[in-house]
């Protein structure tokens, strides 16, 4: 199974876009375009939250397997992250992507949504530096005019008449 790299996932605006294009033993080739969201709302988390909760088993969801907390986890998340995807993902069960055969798929789409987010964040991240540049060279320009008139004016009015 190949990893998803951050150049695997374009964004268009506040979302990830990811090509999917992997063959798996049960369930064959999978293809398709999946969208995510690049971050999750407070109410988004808290939805995904109780979703994970709600999978590992109300009674005693510390009995499960660490596979079954990890695919518990991941298809909360996904619920809430894909926005779009191929038809095989969304199949009309409770969480989308659970039925899918090759849980290795679950796990790579997983990983390309999270690489989405990480990919928007370091955008924002870039962004805000580049305007924390721009801020501290208008800042340091108006410093200059300002010494510049305080000069000027320390110097008094012009003796030139004419």
């Known amino acids: ?8 996932i374009s964004l268009e605006q506040e979302f990830g876009v990811w090509e999917l294009q992997e063959t798996a033993p049960f369930g064959g080739t999978y293809m ?14 808290i939805e995904a939250d109780r979703d994970y909760r709600f999978l590992l088993g109300e009674t005693s969801p510390n009995l499960a397997s ?8 991941s298809l909360a998340q996904l619920k809430q992250r894909v926005i779009q995807a191929p038809p095989f993902w969304f199949d ?5 992507g659970g039925n ?16 989405a987010e ?11 530096k580049s305007q924390l540049e721009k801020l501290a060279k208008y800042i340091e320009k108006q410093n200059e005019i300002n010494k510049l008139a305080e000069e000027m004016e320390e110097m008094g009015p012009s003796d030139e008449t004419e």
Not at 1 to 7: A, C, F, R, T
Not at 36 to 42: A, Q
Not at 119 to 126: A, D, G, I, P, T
């Open 1 to 8: 199974m190949k990893q998803v790299l951050p150049d695997d």
């Open 32 to 45: 398709g375009t999946f969208k995510f969201r690049c971050y999750l709302t407070p109410i988004q988390m």
């Open 66 to 73: 660490e596979t079954v907390e990890n695919y518990s986890y």
């Open 92 to 96: 009309g069960s409770r969480f989308p």
């Open 100 to 115: 899918v055969k090759d849980k290795e798929i679950i796990a790579l789409v997983f990983e390309a949504a999270i690489q």
């Open 118 to 128: 990480l990919k928007y964040r370091s955008k924002l991240e870039e962004k805000h």
